[in-house]
Nanobody
Framework: QVQLVESGGGLVRPGGSLELSCAVS????????MAWYRQAPGNKREEVATVFTNGITHYPNSVKGRFTISRNNAKRTVDLQMNNLKPEDTAVYYC?????????WGQGTQVTVSP
C-alpha cells in the first residue's frame, strides 16, 4: 500500500512561484513512477509532470520550461517547483503514484493564481 500526502499550494500572483511536495509512505519508493496532475473546475484531470524511476521527466507543453519535478529517493518525496505561474494554472493539484498496475492518488492541494 502506498499513501501520498501533499503539502504546499495556496494563493499566488501571476508571475509568482510555488512549490508543492508529496511525501510517500510504503515500501519500494525507488520503483514507483511519480507524477503530478491537476484538475480545474469543469476540466478533466491532466498530467502536469512525471518523473520515471530512472529519473527521466516528462512535461506537457503547457508547463514546459516553467515547472520542474524532482524526486528524492532517500527522503521519499516528490517536489513540483512552479515558476512564472499563470491564472490558467489555477487548479487542485494531485500527487500520483504508480507501481505496476496499482495507482494511488493524494488528497489534492489547491493552487490559485490571481492578482
Amino acid at each position: 500500500q502506498v499513501q501520498l500526502v501533499e503539502s504546499g499550494g495556496g494563493l499566488v500572483r501571476p508571475g509568482g512561484s510555488l512549490e508543492l511536495s508529496c511525501a510517500v509512505s510504503g515500501s519500494g519508493f525507488s520503483a514507483i513512477l511519480m507524477a503530478w496532475y491537476r484538475q480545474a473546475p469543469g476540466n478533466k484531470r491532466e498530467e502536469v509532470a512525471t518523473v520515471f524511476t530512472n529519473g527521466i521527466t516528462h512535461y506537457p507543453n503547457s508547463v514546459k520550461g516553467r515547472f520542474t519535478i524532482s524526486r528524492n529517493n532517500a527522503k521519499r518525496t516528490v517536489d513540483l517547483q512552479m515558476n512564472n505561474l499563470k491564472p490558467e494554472d489555477t487548479a487542485v493539484y494531485y500527487c500520483y503514484a504508480q507501481r505496476g498496475t496499482n495507482v494511488y492518488w493524494g488528497q489534492g492541494t489547491q493552487v490559485t493564481v490571481s492578482p
